[in-house]
Antibody
Framework: QVQLVESGGGVVQPGRSLRLSCAAS????????MHWVRQAPGKGLEWVAV????????YYADSVKGRFTISRDNSKNTLYGQMNSLRIEDTAVYYC??????????????WGQGTMVIVSS | SYVLTQSPSVSVAPGQTATITCGGN??????AHWYQQKPGQAPVLVVY???ERPSGIPERFSGSNSGNTATLTISRVEAGDEADYYC???????????FGGGTKLTVL
């Protein structure tokens, strides 16, 4: 069964850090690029970051560049998102999503159920 | 940065055809993808690379892309199609992936 399961969300104070994880099963994880996408409450989808199949290439949205680090461990079929210097506006549901390609230039064909991050004092 | 523009809402009666558009500068030169998101659920890919349907997506869902507009067409609309729909492209100039603001489809 193809599945992506996110974890690591929670309530955190501004300025603190959080590490998100996304465990993949039922797919050849090491063959595909992976993304983080977020959705603030009541808002639309916002792409956050992408990592190529081998971890060699990473790209970030301007809103998180310098504060968010995407990484992957292909031996553990797991994607990570390290969020630092969190801001109120980072409050959102964070989804991991599989790309149809190895480099991340195609559509997102499998999504996790999301993990909620709330940044609040 | 590249911007995709969608109408906030579209309404259609059951059995009719819904047309959801996504505007962007020369979007016809890019591959457009479409996602359906129902309340409280994760998005689902319904059309990729302009007009391809993933396995399991009904033939009622189709797409096209030309000039400055990509279009998602839903034929014979059903109550279960009520959802938010988002278009998305890869912006090669910035290497960013871009979503449109989303269109809420209401089935009357």
């Amino acid at each position: 069964q193809v599945q992506l399961v996110e974890s690591g969300g929670g309530v955190v104070q501004p300025g603190r850090s959080l590490r998100l994880s996304c465990a993949a099963s039922g797919i050849t994880f090491s063959s595909y690029a992976m993304h983080w996408v977020r959705q603030a409450p009541g808002k639309g989808l916002e792409w956050v970051a992408v990592i190529s199949y081998d971890g060699d290439k990473k790209y970030y949205a301007d809103s998180v560049k310098g504060r968010f680090t995407i990484s992957r461990d292909n031996s553990k079929n797991t994607l990570y998102g390290q969020m630092n210097s969190l801001r109120i506006e980072d409050t959102a549901v964070y989804y991991c999503a599989k790309d149809r390609s190895d480099a991340g230039y195609s559509a997102f064909d499998i999504w996790g159920q999301g993990t909620m991050v709330i940044v609040s004092s | 940065s590249y911007v995709l523009t969608q109408s906030p809402s579209v309404s259609v009666a059951p059995g009719q055809t819904a047309t959801i558009t996504c505007g962007g500068n020369n979007i016809g030169r890019r591959s457009a993808h479409w996602y359906q998101q129902k309340p409280g659920q994760a998005p689902v890919l319904v059309v990729y690379t302009d007009s391809e349907r993933p396995s399991g997506i009904p033939e009622r869902f189709s797409g096209s892309n030309s000039g400055n507009t990509a279009t998602l067409t839903i034929s014979r609309v059903e109550a279960g199609d009520e959802a938010d729909y988002y278009c998305q492209v890869w912006d090669g100039d910035s290497d960013h992936r871009v979503f449109g603001g989303g269109t809420k489809l209401t089935v009357l």
